[in-house]
């Protein structure tokens, strides 16, 4: 059942999220992922996957009368300290709670990556160009929370999630190590991990696997 967060701002800054929030991210992803699975091909790259993903999130939301958050698309990100027209990143999906609208730099980030087990190419690039984002202070410069979504294409899912926490903790310390949580009921895996940053404050991470091993045929519905 998801949680239906409060409309009311939950801290100051708007970076902050409720447990209450937190909770409705997680249930909108878990059950977005699972609703868009049958819509996925085999061999789809992680963009397309996605797109998909985001837009069955979409339904959840409706289906469930969330009116106190809305989902966007990829969000573009730059550097608003210089003129330099280029752009530093874009996350994979962004949300944003009542408390954080009118204000562009406060939404919360979910960044989407493949991973499997025994693909080392696949999982080191979990950390290396995902979590590294969240650490680099790329991404959710201030923000409370971060997201990560792995989608599972070959289990077992704790072969993944050992490969992964041992990268985070020879990469950012044993403090970074991921802790295990209460799976979502449409989850592989649920995790949590803190990371200490040079600049833009600590941020915590939510680690969501979710099955993504051979969903549909080529040449599934994008629809």
């Known amino acids: 059942m998801s949680l239906l967060a409060p409309d009311a701002p ?8 409720s447990a209450d929030q937190v909770a409705t991210v997680l249930d909108l992803v878990c059950q977005g992922a699972d609703g868009a699975r049958s819509d996925v091909s085999t061999g789809m790259l992680e963009v397309p996957t ?10 959840v939301k409706k289906s469930l009368g969330l009116t106190n958050l809305q989902i966007r698309g990829e969000h573009e990100i730059d550097d608003m300290a210089t003129t ?6 874009r996350i994979d999906v962004t949300l944003q709670f009542l408390h954080q609208f009118g204000n ?7 960044e989407c990556k493949r991973v499997q087990a025994g693909n080392t190419s696949l999982n080191y690039k979990y950390v ?11 991404y959710g410069v201030g923000h409370q929370w971060g997201f990560m979504l792995g989608y599972v294409l070959g289990v077992p899912v704790e072969t993944i999630t050992d490969y992964i926490d041992g990268r985070l903790k020879a990469v950012y310390g044993a403090d970074a190590a991921m802790v295990s949580e209460t799976p979502h009921p449409k989850s592989l895996a649920v995790h949590r991990s803190a990371l200490k ?18 969903a549909a045929p080529a040449g599934g519905s994008l629809s």
């Open 84 to 89: 330099d027209p280029g752009i530093l990143g």
């Open 50 to 59: 996605t797109v998909i993903v985001r837009k069955a999130m979409r339904r």
């Open 128 to 138: 290396s160009e995902g979590v590294e984002r969240f650490a680099s202070s790329k």
């Open 10 to 17: 939950c801290g100051d800054p708007a970076f902050a999220l």
């Open 104 to 110: 562009e730099d406060a939404f919360v980030a979910i």
């Open 197 to 214: 940053r040079s600049t833009g404050g600590d941020i915590h991470l939510k680690h969501i696997f979710v099955d993504m091993i051979c």
